[in-house]
């Protein structure tokens, strides 16, 4: 008869440290707050330029780097958590205006330019994951998954074997085991599992539906005697004024 709850708590340690390279095609997701390591290239061979493409013009922020050092850098302008060092361009606490599509030059001594575009995505960690479980009255067992981070992507299993996706899932009735929740990005991962027992039988909830079908049928009887007294009264305003203007009338014909 009863709901139980017991509570579990499946910690994955989200990454503190995300590695990327100027080399990859795929995009760099990387969490808010936590460190990047962006991999450049050898420094000693080349002069580069780490430009940010915002409106493909000469006003978009850039940063050059001589010889394993950052000069000019209007890119990280008053930013002492980002450095170069060894040809990675190190971020230590991402933050989100770090997302974007990035351009690296790189010029050899001969002068001549190559390039290549990377597109960083910051997101942030998931956090705790809360997962709750309602029983409605027709009987549908309803398990609500939420945390914060974003984007979330959720997914259930039930004593192991996967359900659909989604944030919100009614189950059966009967639903008895493990009941676990995960949440991921790109950059984390976490989950909640708790332990169901099948919902209540129905006759609890069938009495409290009786309950406020009363109240509401009382409601209604209340509302019913209320608006015949009121146009009862409106009747007996209505057949005054009738007799009165027979009257009137009346008078009017024997003149
Ligand atoms: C990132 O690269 C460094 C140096 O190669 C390595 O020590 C570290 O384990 C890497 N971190 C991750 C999360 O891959
Ligand atoms: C990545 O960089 C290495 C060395 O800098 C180079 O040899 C390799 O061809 C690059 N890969 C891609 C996919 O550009
Ligand atoms: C649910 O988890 C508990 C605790 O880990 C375990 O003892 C129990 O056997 C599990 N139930 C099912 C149906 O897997």
Sequence with gaps: MKLIFGLMLLKTAACLEV????????????????????????????????????????????????????KECDLFNKRPEVSVINGILII????RAD???????????????????????VEAPIGSVEVSIICSSSGVMRASCSSDGDPLLFSWTLNGDPLMDGNI?????????????????????????????H????????????????????????FHIYMRHTSGKKQEDQQVRMSRFREGHE?????
């Design 19 to 70: 590695n990327c390279s100027f080399n990859q095609s795929d995009p760099c997701y990387t969490a808010l707050g936590h460190k990047l390591n962006l991999l450049m290239v050898d420094t000693s061979r080349y002069d580069l330029k780490i430009l940010k493409i915002i409106n493909f013009n000469s006003d978009d922020p850039v940063c050059r780097v001589k010889n394993d050092m950052m």
């Design 92 to 95: 230590n606490g991402v933050i």
């Design 99 to 121: 997302s974007g599509t990035y351009r690296l030059i790189l010029e050899d001594s001969y002068g001549r330019e190559t390039s290549r575009d990377l597109q960083v995505i």
């Design 169 to 197: 899932i009614d189950l059966d009735e009967g639903t008895d085991g493990n009941i676990s929740c995960s949440v991921k990005n790109h950059v984390s991962h976490q989950q909640k599992t708790v332990s169901v027992k």
């Design 199 to 222: 919902c209540p039988e129905s006759v609890v909830f069938v009495l409290v539906w009786c309950f406020q079908m009363m109240f509401l049928l009382g409601l209604l009887g209340g």
């Design 251 to 255: 008078h009017t014909a024997e003149d």
